[in-house]
């Protein structure tokens, strides 16, 4: 959520110029070193903010939240400055004293990051609650959410809400449209039956133009961590007994077929490949961190060990060039697999992800001093904007992706 997954959505009308401008970093070339606008210092990463401010600071304080680190004041307070008077949230505001309006895109995936980042920091009650309710004000008929209010329903829209009222306390499965349909009945309507062959237990981000389902890798990601209700940090999973799909429209059914469908796919290479046009044969070492952790957190960890030893040896160098989110989203790979993710194949990845904002409130020793790589960090596009970028590809649509992982997802 980020997510899981995932980066990272299919989202706001644009024309497709400005989403081919982004395409560029979505396998972790660094973003542009020239920032369009000023970026503010109470910000993780130093890239343009334009599409994932919101996320990439949510996100890293998550990941943060996991390991004890509390981040500092300034830096809270920019994130919940972003916050609409309604509740919802923005990918970023650059100037959060002017009221929002009409023009201003508010969008769920950015709210419900923040809502789980403030969440995490705690003592922002007040902004969470204004953020849930505005979530549950844009709920669709069917149970889920799109990126925009009133857009049609994703699987990576609905699961990062699902982990914002899960976070705040909230039970996801009691939380119903007028029509009286839960996110996991989006979910289940998003999903590949046993019977699809290769895509079986997969979920599609959304359904073709012609209702048709596509088993899409990093939608199924983010839709086991929201059938499982939970958010971009889940725990270690309990192994089932079987690893075969297994028919069934019930969230444990959807979690299970998603992990098991994720097992399959990186299965043969440990690693997920990039769907971006003329980058297929390269990793996609975000959507893999993303299946990782949703493979631990549906199936334990016995079919996670050789993938995450695989990003362990090859993903260092891509969060380093992508930022907060890339980092936040190892360090969810980490948690969720019970391993250090202050030792992750020698990098610490917990003092890279400090460092590529204000120093935290409160962190151990071992966060202190170097920050010589902060300046190289960049915004932490991730893999959701994959999956917008080829859906805009293949469609033929001008829409561009969440801010979640703005690259992605």
């Known amino acids: 959520m980020n997510i899981r997954r995932s980066g990272a959505l299919v989202a706001a009308t644009v024309v497709i110029g400005a989403v081919s401008a982004q395409a560029a970093v979505a396998d972790g070339a660094s973003p542009s070193a020239s920032p369009k606008v000023v970026v503010p210092s109470g910000l993780y990463g130093k890239g343009d903010p334009t599409y994932d401010g919101v996320w990439r600071q949510s996100l890293a304080f998550v990941a943060q939240d996991t390991v004890g680190v509390h981040p500092a004041a300034k830096a809270v307070d920019w994130l919940a400055g972003q916050q609409c008077a309604n509740g919802g949230f923005a990918a970023f505001r650059a100037d959060p004293a002017k009221a929002c309006d009409a023009k201003t895109a508010v969008d769920s995936n950015s709210t419900a990051a923040a809502v789980q980042a403030l969440a995490a920091v705690g003592g922002r009650d007040a902004a969470v609650t204004k953020g849930v309710d505005w979530l549950k004000k844009n709920q669709n008929a069917d149970g889920g959410w799109g990126y925009l209010p009133g857009g049609a329903s994703d699987a990576n829209s609905t699961s990062v809400v699902v982990g914002a009222l899960a976070a705040a306390d909230q039970k996801p499965a009691g939380v119903k449209s007028a029509d009286g349909k839960s996110a996991t009945d989006a979910l289940a309507s998003l999903a590949l039956p046993c019977s699809d062959g290769k895509g079986a237990g997969a979920l599609a981000y959304q359904p073709d133009k012609k209702g048709r389902l596509t088993a899409n890798a990093d939608a199924t990601a983010a839709g086991v961590l929201g059938a499982l209700g939970t958010g971009f940090a889940p725990g270690k999973g309990k192994a089932p007994d079987a690893y075969t799909c297994e028919d069934g429209k019930t969230a444990e059914a959807l ?21 971006l046009a003329g980058a297929t044969d390269k990793p996609d070492y975000g959507n893999t961190a993303d299946a990782v952790t949703s493979i631990a957190a549906a199936e334990g960890i016995k079919y996670t060990k050789d993938p995450y030893a695989w990003l362990e040896k090859n993903a260092t160098d891509w969060a380093a060039q ?36 204000p ?37 033929g649509a001008g829409f561009l992706i969440s801010g979640r992982k703005k690259q992605q997802l």
Do not use: C, E
């Not at 202050?342 to 590529?356: E, K, M, P, Q």
């Not at 120093?359 to 010589?372: L, N, Q, R, T």
């Open 255 to 275: 979690a299970h077929n998603g992990g098991v469908y994720l097992q399959n796919q990186l299965s043969t290479h440990l690693y997920l490949k990039s769907q």
């Open 322 to 357: 992508s930022g907060p989110a890339a980092y936040a989203q190892l360090i969810f790979a980490a948690h969720a697999t019970g391993n250090d993710p202050r030792d992750f194949g020698g990098t610490d990845l917990v003092s890279a992800l400090n460092r590529t904002g």
């Open 359 to 395: 120093a935290p409130a409160s962190a151990d020793s071992s966060d202190a001093g170097d920050k010589k790589k902060d300046d190289d960090n960049g915004g932490g596009f991730g893999t959701w904007w994959i999956v917008g970028v080829m859906f805009v590809a293949a469609m």
